[in-house]
């Protein structure tokens, strides 16, 4: 995949969407072996669910309850950021790891903004109709809605 660079000496820039899921890795894997070139500047963005919290009762007055879930998440967020990390420096790729807060698909559109990507690739973790009606789903968010070309990987049977 050649991309037209906007000057002569300018590397391209690619943000890649990273949620802790195999998708999210699997997308990183394929954009290292199929389009990575030398040169390239990778802005990974992740952006944690909180998921735990999710399920707590809302008017839950145990605040060293709270506390615990999240100290939990927040260790296991610096985890997979320090993971991703390696797995860029295993992979020899250059960029950095950024820890995003909001809605997921706003968010990879706007670091893609501001970070003046050249695009953008991010997983898919392969919603059915129902639940991507109510839910949403991150990647159809961003190929909506970003002013970059978008590659949404989805490699449930892909060999890497």
Known sequence: M???????????????GFDGSKSAEDAFRWFVTKVHQKGDYVIVIYIPEFKKLTHVPVMTADAALMTKIIT?????????????????KLSN?????KQLTGEPGEQ????????????????????????RTFLGSVSDYVVHHATVPVV?????????
């Open 93 to 97: 790729v250059k960029g950095t790891v």
């Open 152 to 160: 949404v990987c989805r490699l449930d049977d892909y060999v890497l």
């Open 2 to 16: 050649d991309v037209v660079k906007r000057g002569s000496d300018r590397r391209r820039r690619i943000v890649i």
């Open 108 to 131: 990879l559109v706007l670091a893609a903004r501001k970070e003046g990507a050249d695009f953008i690739v991010t997983g898919s973790r392969g919603l059915g109709t129902l639940r």
């Open 72 to 88: 939990e998440e927040q260790n296991q967020n610096r985890l997979l950021m320090a993971q991703m990390n390696e797995l860029m």
